[in-house]
């Protein structure tokens, strides 16, 4: 072999440097690519509780759990079942909890904006707005369409690591659940109230996933909130649901209802098609 001369050495040696950096940034991207988009989902969801005390310890303020929102658009405004709400009745105010990119989550006060206890949706805004301070959150569109049978569906949902002992500054863990539709049901959701719509999911609902959203799994959209377990007796529900799972089915509210709620408002919200140009939809 011929000897390559010193210069066109150090140029090689040079060029396959570079050549391996470039190559260790590309892996690096396509590793941290589905991670990203997991994050991102999960920054939409924060947990809606209850402060205990009014100083923080060493792991920050400890809090009462009792259910899960989401941001719908980037004015920190959030959509939750009503029923998480009954706790605050008497005068107590409901708080989130929101990460932060390089600190620990912080709560932060949720004023209550609009309830509509027959459909059991509600509409909180944080304050101050996460979206303009430091934390780590994002939005979720909401499904223009109903959710249809058999569409394969992802609730997402976080929760505290002690139950028994929450503080704020500890980070939640998340839970993902995934199945499909089984049936829509009519049911009251409020003892005096008119029979409204929930579907059905394929997986089971636990204690705390309540006003999570149930978000279709193609479009990532927000199809529905979770109500709870399903625990009347329904032919057709129950059949199909034991060939899929031996557990209850989660029952879910439709997002038609809390988009109903919005619209009464004169809330902005954003839909999957136009989520990347950042324009909300009135």
């Known amino acids: 072999m011929r000897q ?3 210069h066109n050495t150090r140029r090689a040696a040079w060029f396959l440097a570079l050549l391996a950096c470039l190559l260790c940034c590309l892996g690096a991207a396509v590793a941290s690519e589905e991670p990203a988009e997991n994050t991102s989902l999960s920054a939409a969801v924060c947990p809606i509780v209850y402060q205990l005390g009014q100083a923080p310890a060493s792991r920050g303020y400890r809090y009462s759990f009792f259910g899960n929102g989401f941001f719908i658009n980037e004015e920190g405004y959030v959509l939750t079942v009503a029923h998480v709400l009954e706790t605050f009745r008497g005068g ?7 990460s932060r990119p390089d600190s620990p989550p ?13 459909h059991d949706v509600a509409i909180l805004r944080a304050t101050p707005n996460p979206f303009v301070g ?5 939005f979720l569109p909401l499904a223009s369409e109903s959710a249809v049978l058999g569409q394969h569906v992802i609730a997402l949902s976080l929760h505290p690591q ?10 939640p863990q998340e839970d993902r659940s995934s199945g499909e539709v089984l049936s829509y049901e009519s049911t009251k959701l409020e003892k005096s109230a008119p029979a409204a719509d ?8 636990t204690l705390g996933q309540s006003g999570s959203p149930v978000l279709a799994q193609d479009s990532q959209a927000v199809v529905g909130l979770i109500e709870g377990r399903w625990l009347r007796s329904s032919g057709l529900s129950i059949t199909k649901a034991s060939s899929r799972s031996a557990s209850v089915p989660g029952a879910a509210i439709p997002i038609r209802y809390a988009i109903a709620l919005l619209q009464s408002q004169s809330i902005a919200w954003h839909t999957p098609q136009i989520r990347a140009a950042s324009s909300p939809t009135p």
């Open 4 to 6: 390559m001369p010193e």
């Open 92 to 98: 107590g105010q409901p708080y989130i909890l929101v």
């Open 106 to 118: 912080q709560l932060l006060r949720a004023d209550v904006i609009a309830v509509d206890k027959e």
């Open 134 to 138: 430091k934390h780590k959150v994002t």
């Open 162 to 171: 002690t139950p028994q002992n929450a503080r704020s500054f500890q980070a």
């Open 198 to 205: 929930v579907f059905l999911l394929s997986h089971p609902v």
